[in-house]
């Protein structure tokens, strides 16, 4: 089983940015990819980014592209998804997902473990 504990939302204005953490504990060692979803206000649940915790391979929603970075820290058992030029769009629940399977990355499905979510709101 593994832990995940998101920080870092918050409140910006339009063009600005925020660095989201998702610190995993637990079986971490059994990871092999972790994501990034959001979910708005009567709105499903939608892919942001994902990164495999080998090799650091990394996919992303066409709406984030070149906006949005994933990365991830093995030593400290941490990911971020680091977020610039913001929107009132990107405003959402933002929650970090992690799986020990290789399956698509870009679907809710196909992740086992996720965070409670941190907020993230972007005033016009």
């Known amino acids: 089983q593994v832990q995940l504990v998101e920080s870092g939302g918050g409140l910006v204005q339009a063009g600005g940015s925020l660095r989201l953490a998702c610190a995993a504990s637990g079986r971490t060692s059994s990871i092999y990819k972790m994501g990034w979803f959001r979910q708005a206000p009567g709105k499903e649940r939608v892919f942001v980014a994902a990164?495999?915790?080998?090799?650091?391979?990394?996919s992303y929603a066409d709406s984030v592209k070149g906006r949005f970075t994933i990365t991830r820290d093995k030593a400290k058992n941490t990911m971020y998804l680091q977020m610039n030029d913001l929107n009132p769009e990107d405003t959402a629940l933002y929650y970090c997902a992690a799986d020990d399977t290789i399956w698509n990355p870009m679907s809710p499905n196909n992740y086992r473990s996720w965070g409670q979510g941190t907020q993230v709101t972007v005033s016009s």
């Open positions: 990164i495999t915790w080998i090799g650091s391979i990394t």
